[in-house]
């Protein structure tokens, strides 16, 4: 009590030194001065602390501050300096103009405090919250106090009973509410912190997610034998790397003695505290494990509901500890409801002595030593010096988690793969094949499907695909025991452990995709598809051998040539500048026979000999043929040699310059591209698609310049011939808006092909006879067919019923979801005081075209990414009125056919204020009738349309956006 007492003698001597009617008059001096003990600030931070603290943080949240420490400082857009002082750079350019509106705040904020003004203290911004309301507590009327000496809402929120989300002004009116008339102020300060101290706990959620992460089984088993477990790599919601693994490294590192609670799911099951270090988990690699002690068990545990935030058990969350603010809403909604329990008594249940355990951790292998496992192959070595440390940890987090269960690794010859499954030791082949990771530039994983084990299919080594695989591969191993049973238990081989090198072994015959992506318009459907090229389709040039590099070069670049270059190519190859080949070397040389291939030619020779014959130079002695065709580069010795004459240089000069390219080989940079991409319309055909007749100028008989027509070999014809040289590799046909061409018309026979065992190689091969060229044809394994389609442009239903049965479906639809990692996450538009809501405002949207329309006519998410790049708020607006005007409006108008009333109702201006209204109807329709067509129209106002018009000023209205969705319930 006797510090209570000098608590009031210094408030009241505060006060006799520092009255109102002095703050408006302080000097700068007065206000802050370093070492000094009777500035302003000095009091209010250092000699009133018991008095309600606001100890600690930065100077600078005084505004203006004198400084001890002179040591030159640059300033910036934010934090100013001089010698003597720091300021914040938006109170002024210099330190005088800064302190002029601070001395003014702080005397506003006293003056409001006198007058009890409690909402006025809460909307002035011009000062922090605790400094703004520290100033408040002391400048009040202490005979009828309204704020009690704690600037923090947490403590008051958990006393009264409340959140803290409310304002503060709300929380002292409460807190000071529930003070007893007898009781001072500062006596009812100090029980209310008492209060908060027993209450104020770290505590965490610890979550033992569903199905497949934990079965049924495991969950109870851990609850039996007291075991928090986790998988270290979790990471943190949110973007950025230091959010990967965040979570796992939280409870890795956690104290012992730390509190969580336990869910199931969302089912909370008790209250516990550490007792040990976290050790691996024999669940599978990575997980890790730790002993703690039951403080409370659940006393329901039915479905939580309150909310969705981290710490609760539906947030989004494994390992997060709640917040002090958000421990009054933990106590009232989580702790009190199904613990029967509060905040100080598990304070006083966790104060009791905790004798650590001490436990032993099993040997676990590091990358380094996982990898040296695999180095012994000089293919893989030298492919692995390639990767980056992020490729290097997945493979290794895969390669572990496999070995766990005890599934062997060996090397293939094949593109440096490597596969998983079970091979005896010293055996020449696998008895079973699980897995395969393969790829040189992409690394990719097929996996059988077993169990709750996904089939995937040549899918990117992703995080969330290594991390799916470490989980169910755990979870199914009876299941893989049962697919590829062992005589006798033993752990899994690495490469190494084999005994012998394991043999190239032919590359299994993979399925075939047959895909199409749909959906709405704007909903990434494009994005999906250049991911999937670019992870699937493409290889680096640094990662191909220069035989691979050579044949593709010659099939896009020699393949594509007429006849005669050909010739001349195929000619420089073999004799250079001066010397002579006969036709039959020629006939057999790799450009040729390229270019024949592509052509389906069966009468190499002859064609040859009528090529060299026709580009024959005039002055020739030994080629008689009249007809001469432009260049002529060729001339035939007596004994049939032939060899370039003329201005063959000039006229083979982009000859000369692809056989160089060829000479200096493979290049460093870039990509090789194995798909083809084609958009259908109602025009294409069969003959673009497959291969159909091309006028050409005559080139090879006594009618030159005349036209004629060769059989030309349509776009996916071509993918299939070069599918053919690279038999290891996978090919994609890209058919962008495949529903907008006749499917019948364009495939023709390759329909029945295209299936995936009907394909060369397959279960049930089947070929046809092509009907111009009369070549047998069928599609290679290694082709995928992969299209598009905009569902807005024609429904799914609709589709050809021989493609539907052909294909698979993935539906690509609108995103409108607000979480990290979603393309509209956290995405605001503000203008002034209101702020726009992006993803409810599309959600609201969405839902109504569904109600009037479907679901293929909702609008994608895509129209509003770009606005996520644009950081300042105006042109970010600005960017939000152009995509309405421009895009949105005129889609809806099309949707509808101008059904104004239905485009109202989509866009709520029903039920928004005249001037938020994007579509707005005549007021006075008699009256408009009458101006369109005077007064004696005899027109019934009840029988004619009603008149609408877009109302330009709502585009600049944010609350013409904000009233598309603020009706709906959250």
């Not at 090789?672 to 069969?686: A, K, L, N």
């Not at 890209?734 to 390759?750: A, Q």
Request: aromatic share 10%; glycine share 6%; net charge negative.
């Amino acid at each position: 009590m006797d510090d209570l007492k000098e608590h009031y003698r210094l408030w009241d001597e505060f006060r006799e030194k520092w009255p109102v009617s002095r703050l408006a008059k302080m000097e700068l001096h007065e206000y802050t001065s370093a070492g000094s003990k009777e500035s302003f600030t000095y009091w209010i931070e250092k000699r009133l602390e018991d008095l309600g603290s606001i100890w600690g943080g930065s100077s600078f949240k005084f505004g203006v501050f004198s400084r001890k420490d002179t040591d030159d400082k640059k300033s910036n857009a934010k934090l100013s300096y001089s010698g003597s002082y720091g300021w914040y750079s938006s109170l002024g350019a210099s330190v005088e103009e800064a302190f002029e509106k601070v001395r003014s705040y702080v005397t506003q904020v006293a003056t409001m405090a006198e007058n009890g003004d409690l909402d006025g203290i809460e909307a002035f911004e011009h000062l922090g919250e605790a400094f703004k309301w520290k100033i408040a507590f002391h400048y009040q009327n202490r005979e009828a106090p309204v704020i009690v000496d704690i600037f923090k809402r947490a403590p008051l929120a958990a006393y009264v009973g409340g959140s803290a989300s409310q304002s503060m002004a709300e929380l002292q009116r409460a807190a000071i509410s529930k003070c007893p008339e007898n009781l001072g102020v500062l006596e009812y300060g100090k029980q209310l912190w008492e209060v908060w101290s027993k209450m104020n706990l770290e505590i965490w959620k610890l979550s033992h997610g569903n199905s497949p992460v934990f079965t049924d089984a495991e969950r109870q088993q851990y609850l039996n034998d007291a075991w928090a477990v986790m998988d270290r790599n979790t990471n943190a919601p949110g973007p950025g790397d230091q959010q990967k693994g965040k979570q796992g490294k939280d409870f890795a590192e956690a104290p012992v003695g730390t509190l969580f609670y336990l869910c199931h799911g969302n089912s909370p099951q008790l209250v516990g505290q550490f007792l040990s270090e976290a050790i691996p988990c024999d669940k599978g690699p990575g997980w890790l494990k730790r002993k703690y002690r039951v403080l409370k068990q659940a006393q329901r545990k039915d479905r939580y509901t309150d909310n969705k935030k981290g710490w609760s058990p539906q947030g989004n969350s494994t390992f997060w500890k709640v917040g002090e603010d958000d421990l009054p809403d933990f106590e009232s909604s989580l702790l009190k409801p199904y613990f029967a329990t509060d905040l100080a008594e598990l304070a006083s249940l966790s104060g009791d002595p905790i004798d650590p355990i001490e436990l032993e951790t099993p040997p676990d292998l590091s990358d380094e030593e996982i990898l040296k496992h695999f180095d012994t192959n000089a293919a893989f070595r030298e492919n692995r010096a390639t990767w980056s440390a992020t490729e290097a940890s997945l493979f290794c987090r895969l390669a572990r988690a496999a070995h766990s269960v005890g599934l062997d690794w060996w090397h293939v010859g094949i593109n440096t793969q490597v596969r998983f499954g079970r091979r005896e030791a010293e055996s020449e082949r696998a008895f079973a094949v699980l897995g395969i990771v393969r790829g040189r530039r992409t690394k990719t994983v097929t996996l059988k499907g077993i169990g709750a084990l996904p089939e995937l299919h040549r899918e990117p080594l992703t995080e969330e695909v290594v991390a799916s695989l470490e989980t169910s591969l755990v979870a199914e191993r009876s299941a893989i025991n049962t697919y590829c049973p062992l005589a006798s238990a033993r752990p899994g081989y690495w490469p190494d452990e084999l005994g012998i090198e394991a043999p190239d072994e032919p590359e299994t015959s993979m399925k075939a995709i047959n895909r199409i992506y749909y959906g709405p318009p704007g909903t990434g459907k494009t994005y999906k598809l250049k991911q999937l090229l670019k992870a699937e389709y493409e290889q680096g040039l640094d990662t191909v051998s220069p035989d691979e590099w050579r044949r593709q070069f010659i099939a896009e670049h020699f393949a594509n040539l007429k006849w005669w270059e050909v010739a001349a190519a195929s000619l420089y190859a073999l004799a250079g500048t001066t010397g002579k080949v006969k036709v039959n070397d020629l006939a057999a040389h790799e450009f040729v026979q390229a270019l024949a291939s592509k052509k389906g030619s069966q009468s190499v020779t002859p064609t040859l000999w009528r090529t060299l014959q026709n580009h024959t130079i005039e002055e020739s002695t030994t080629v008689r043929m009249k007809v001469r065709l432009s260049p002529a580069i060729f001339d035939k010795t007596e004994d049939s040699y032939w060899q370039f004459a003329g201005d063959w240089q000039n006229d083979c000069a982009h000859i000369i310059e692809l056989m160089e390219r060829l000479k200096q080989g493979q290049e460093s940079t870039g990509a090789i591209q194995r798909y083809s991409f084609v958009t259908f319309h109602q025009s294409y055909g069969y003959e673009e698609f497959v291969e159909g007749l091309r006028p050409i100028l005559d080139n090879s008989d006594n009618t030159p310049g005349q036209v004629q027509y060769e059989i030309r070999p349509g776009v996916f014809k071509e993918l299939c011939r070069r599918a053919r040289l690279a038999p290891t590799q996978r090919f994609a046909i890209v058919i962008d808006e495949i529903n907008r061409g006749n499917i019948s018309k364009i495939f023709g026979e390759l329909i029945t092909l295209i299936e995936t065992d009907k394909r060369e190689g397959a279960e049930n091969p089947i070929s046809v006879i092509l009907p111009y060229s009369g070549e047998s044809f069928s599609v290679p394994s290694n082709v995928d067919v992969i299209g598009t389609m905009n569902t807005a442009d024609r429904s799914l239903a609709l589709l050809d019923t021989a493609l539907r049965r052909r294909f698979d479906f993935e539906a690509i639809m609108p995103n409108v979801s607000d979480v990290p990692g979603a393309p509209l996450h956290n995405l605001r538009v503000r203008m002034g005081d209101k702020t726009i809501d992006v993803p409810r405002m599309l959600a609201a949207i969405n839902a109504r075209i569904e109600a009037l329309y479907d679901r293929d006519h909702t609008i994608g998410h895509a129209y509003f990414t770009s606005l996520q790049s644009i950081q300042d708020e105006l042109e970010r607006f600005n960017a939000l009125t152009e995509v309405f005007r421009n895009r949105i409006l005129p889609l809806l108008e099309e949707y509808f056919f101008e059904d104004w009333q239905k485009i109202q109702l989509v866009l709520a201006d029903n039920q928004k204020q005249t001037n938020a209204r994007f579509v707005a109807q005549s007021a006075d329709q008699e009256s408009d009738l009458t101006w369109l067509f005077g007064t004696g129209h005899g027109l019934d106002s009840y029988t004619t349309k009603p008149r609408y018009q877009i109302q330009a000023s709502a585009f600049s209205n944010p609350d013409a956006y904000i009233g598309i969705y603020v009706t709906l319930a959250d």
